[in-house]
């Protein structure tokens, strides 16, 4: 989105807001089929964890996309945005069987990463469908908080563990229809993508009753110019061609399936907060803002570096500024950055904002959360009212003291 879009949309709005703009989300979601249009058989389960307002949610569901959950509130979210339980692929960590239970009894299809569900999902429902997730044990990219299926990880069942999971199929004569593999967010280098698959590949081989195989996601988007990024036409070409071969082996044909948060709405968001302070010290120029790692926590989590433009004056001298939110610990968002000089009112706006933002944000300091906008069709639709003072005391209970 340019510049003056996003402040006309700040000063209607107000700050701090989160801006998604419809258009790059629908362009991200045709590069990626595109870049598969060779497999017949294609799924887009959106990751909800990386965006979960519904109006995200019908809009990728118009594209044609499905939803890959997490929790049960992830499922019934997306049952009540309108999609129905067969393009709900539900893939949690560490929870319990009951809750695995709730899921599949609503329709969804269930995706068990440890033996134990297994064991116990499989003795009690041997009827129902269920994907397994495996750990191949490749390291794809990002950080230790985002790569997930390295050695250490606690996702996914290994890789080693193939023949027991055999014999609790073979026991339980429970039906495996999918294989699925995430290796983790930002994958840098797609051989390693495809070491991967063929791992995947080759477990599928085990199961007669499979109807699709899925490769998770993990997209590496650009957050600023130059950036390395996943190079998805490549890996689409690769992928697809032994994908391909692997259908003929297989001897029927099989859905290709992917679950990506980031590629999709990551590079859609803008987070746009307004400077309330700037503060010259001896050592740095501080631009103080109206929010914190309340509402944008992953720089604070990950190091993640945010494009950070000053849209009230972009053709401005360049200065260097620390930017640092109003939290009372330290929450910095960027240090000594190059931006266009900034004054006090000034609104500032972070890229990459549309994927693990607002989903993380919290009502830490009793601050109010940000409210949504989503930009579609040149106009601005406010998806998400920012909070009031009810929302901050709605569950408390008042006892008498
Ligand atoms: C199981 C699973 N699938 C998909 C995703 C989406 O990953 P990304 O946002 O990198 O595309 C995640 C992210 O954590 C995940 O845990």
């Not at 999609?83 to 009951?98: M, Q």
């Not at 607002?358 to 009502?363: D, E, G, L, P």
Request: charged share 25%; glycine share 8%; proline share 3%.
């Amino acid at each position: 989105m340019e510049s003056n879009q996003l402040l006309s949309v700040a000063e209607e709005f107000g700050c701090p807001l989160y801006v998604y703009d419809a258009a790059k989300i629908q362009s991200q979601y045709n590069r990626l089929t595109n870049a598969f249009a060779k497999v017949e058989k294609l799924q887009i389960n959106y990751a909800v964890k990386a965006l979960s307002n519904l109006s995200v949610l019908k809009l990728l569901k118009k594209m044609g996309s499905g939803l890959d959950t997490v929790s049960i509130q992830e499922v019934q979210l997306g049952l009540h945005a309108g999609f129905s339980p067969e393009r709900i692929i539900y893939t949690p960590n560490g929870v319990s069987l009951d809750e695995i239970e709730e899921a599949a009894a609503l329709g969804v299809q269930i995706n068990i990463d440890n033996l134990s569900i297994l064991e116990q999902f499989g003795a009690k429902h041997p009827q129902t469908p269920v994907c397994i997730r495996i750990n191949p044990h490749v390291m794809a990219g990002g950080n230790s908080n985002i790569s997930v299926g390295h050695i250490d990880s606690k996702f996914g069942i290994s890789i080693h563990q193939l023949p027991h999971i055999l014999r609790i199929v073979e026991n339980t004569k429970m039906r495996i229809n999918g294989i699925h593999m995430h290796t983790g967010s930002d994958i840098l280098d797609i051989e390693v993508f495809l070491y991967a698959s063929e791992i995947l590949f080759d477990t599928a081989k085990h199961f007669t009753d499979l109807e699709f195989i899925d490769f998770g996601s993990g997209f590496k988007v650009p957050y600023k110019k130059g950036d390395i990024e996943t190079n998805i036409e490549e890996l689409g070409r690769k992928l697809t061609k032994r994908f391909l071969a692997f259908e003929k082996e297989y001897g029927r044909p099989l859905t290709l399936a992917f679950e990506p948060g980031k590629f999709l709405v990551s590079e859609a968001g803008y987070f746009l907060a307004k400077v309330n302070v700037v503060k010259q010290t001896t050592s740095t120029v501080f631009a103080g803002i109206d929010s914190g790692f309340n509402h944008l926590i992953r720089p604070m989590l990950y190091g993640s570096e945010h494009y950070i433009e000053n849209i009230s004056h972009p053709k401005g001298k360049e200065r260097f500024y620390s930017v640092v939110g109003y939290i009372c610990e330290t929450d910095t968002f960027a240090t000594n950055r190059r931006i266009t000089e900034i004054k006090e009112g000034d609104i500032l706006s972070f890229r990459n904002a549309g994927a693990y933002c607002f989903t993380m944000a919290s009502n830490y300091n009793s601050r109010f959360k940000p409210a949504e906008v989503l930009w579609m069709d040149g106009k601005a639709h406010l998806i998400r009212k920012r909070e009031t003072m009810e929302d901050i005391l709605r569950n408390q209970v008042e006892i008498e003291i």
